[in-house]
Nanobody, 115 residues
Framework: QVQLVESGGGLVQPGGSLRLACTAS????????VGWYRQAPGKQRELVAT???????NYADSVKDRFTVSTNNAKNTVYLQMNSLKPEDTAVYYC?????????WGQGTQVTVSS
């Protein structure tokens, strides 16, 4: 049973920063890729950023040059550093892990960007 536990969401002003963390139950080496998706009210869930076991990162165009995805394998944790946040980044952010057979999801953490 894979468990993904997110932390780090909250309320931040436009232009601010937040760092999300997602800790997996067990080694993240077993996954081909880990990363983050988000879902805003009334919208479909969308990819934000993923990183493969070979450390190849992929970003949505809307977050390139502002967000950075990284891992700490010793802590079984994947991070999302979010800088220069905009109101349109407001969403529930979900951690994701993919082992080529299944997709696993965390419970989600709310990020609200507002003045």
């Amino acid at each position: 049973q894979v468990q993904l536990v997110e932390s780090g969401g909250g309320l931040v002003q436009p232009g601010g920063s937040l760092r999300l963390a997602c800790t997996a139950s067990g080694s993240i080496f077993r996954f081909s890729a880990v990363g983050w998706y988000r879902q805003a009210p009334g919208k479909q869930r969308e990819l934000v950023a993923t990183i493969t076991v070979g450390l190849s990162a992929n970003y949505a165009d809307s977050v390139k040059d502002r967000f950075t995805v990284s891992t700490n394998n010793a802590k079984n944790t994947v991070y999302l550093q979010m800088n220069s946040l905009k109101p349109e980044d407001t969403a529930v952010y979900y951690c994701n892990a993919n082992d080529r057979r299944n997709m696993y999801w965390g419970q989600g953490t709310q990020v609200t960007v507002s003045s």
